[in-house]
């Protein structure tokens, strides 16, 4: 398979990724934990997992998920606090909710929330 490759200032390294991959999700998409009780914004995609070791290592073993899929930097929120999330595509679920999401940091990057969905904010598109 061809490959290709980016440098990843949270882990530290490059980070090998195939050329093509396919996410599920895509910015401005609100999401659920398929297993933790919280929803998020999608605001940047990951084509394979590019945390670092120590993020990966405390994730108990038998709940790791694969490298090898898409991960997904959320504006998070749940009952109790909103924070940012980093979640691996399996792990996700589109949000039924249909609502905004709570979290201080949408106003920064998004400008609208509609049809369930918010637009990056046009200062922020390539």
């Given at each position: 398979m061809d490959r290709s490759h980016f440098f990843s200032p949270?882990?530290?390294?490059?980070?090998?990724?195939?050329?093509?991959?396919?996410?599920?999700?895509?910015?401005g998409d609100v999401v659920r934990h398929r297993k933790f009780d919280f929803r998020g914004v999608v605001f940047d995609v990951d084509p394979v997992f590019a945390n670092s070791e120590e993020w990966y290592e405390a994730i108990p073993a038998e709940q790791r998920p694969?490298?090898?899929?898409?991960?997904?930097?959320?504006?998070?929120?749940?009952?109790?606090?909103?924070?940012?999330?980093?979640?691996?595509q399996q792990n996700l679920l589109e949000d039924e909710d249909g609502g905004p999401v709570d979290h201080p940091g949408v106003d920064q990057l998004f400008e609208d929330f509609e049809g369930g969905?918010?637009?990056l904010r046009h200062s922020l598109r390539h």
């Open positions: 949270t882990a530290g390294r490059r980070i090998e990724t195939p050329r093509h991959a396919e996410a599920r999700f895509g910015i694969p490298r090898d899929q898409p991960f997904y930097h959320l504006l998070a929120e749940n009952e109790e606090s909103s924070y940012v999330a980093y979640v691996s969905k918010y637009r």
